[in-house]
């Protein structure tokens, strides 16, 4: 008898270490699922300057355990401790049923979250702090990628007021300017992409802010033409 409690004693021990690494197995088995599903319900997202959560995912998507974001990215760090689905889920930040009442729909504070859409998913992306950001000068290129080839009824642009500060100040309506409203953009017209992640078009919509230095964000809005679908997007920037 004691002969076989010996021989099995070794793999009670080793019972807590299989169940944790279990349980990380688990952990990013539902990840895996929960970018695979994001993938196949794709919609888009401004990829240069990058919105907030697109950036930390191109950044730190597969190394997004790496604590080295912690000091290196912060924003970023505190984003994917928030909810991960906000970066594995970069391109459905939208609303529907919007019906071209932004400001009704997307509260002062929220503008980054969409109005906190999806619960609190993308709460993380309203928060100011150090993120990180574009060079641009006063004229240049918002370059807007469509997954799933919805087309456009419109793209507005706005670009923050010089003064804000979005490094301690939650964006409001107040804080931004238009700059650029586009015309209809015809489902599937723009650039096809190579990159099999994208696997869409993208369109470049030329703009111009002058009379602004430092930090500053881009604000991007997004009405899809296949149904009331607006997307809503905070991309940082230097100028």
């Known amino acids: 008898m004691s002969a076989l409690a010996h021989h099995h004693t070794p793999a009670l021990r080793r019972t807590p270490h299989l169940l944790r690494v279990l349980a990380v197995a688990v952990a990013a088995v539902v990840l895996l699922t929960t970018a695979l599903a994001d993938i196949a319900a794709a919609h888009g997202s401004t990829i240069s300057p990058a919105s907030r959560n697109y950036g930390c995912w191109k950044r730190w998507g597969s190394d997004f355990q790496n604590p080295q974001m912690a000091t290196q990215d912060p924003m970023c760090w505190q984003a994917w401790q ?77 670009v923050t007021r010089q003064g804000f500060n979005p490094q301690t100040q939650r964006l409001t309506w107040n804080d931004i300017e238009l700059v650029r409203e586009t015309g209809r953009y015809a489902p599937g017209a723009g650039t096809r992409e190579n990159d099999p992640v994208l696997n869409g078009v993208s369109n470049t919509i030329s703009v111009s802010a002058p009379g602004r230095s430092g930090r500053h964000v881009v604000y991007t809005i997004w009405k899809a033409s296949h149904s009331d679908q607006t997307y809503y997007w905070c991309s940082d920037v230097t100028f």
């Open 82 to 158: 928030a909810d991960p689905n906000a970066m594995w889920n970069w391109n459905g930040l939208y609303r529907d049923g919007v019906a071209g009442n932004h400001q009704a729909a997307v509260p002062n504070g929220q503008l980054c979250s969409a109005g906190q859409t999806g619960g609190v998913r993308y709460a993380a992306l309203d928060n100011p702090g150090a993120w990180q950001a574009t060079r641009v000068s006063s004229n240049f290129g918002v370059t807007v990628h469509d997954q799933a080839l919805h087309g456009a009824d419109y793209f507005r642009i706005y």
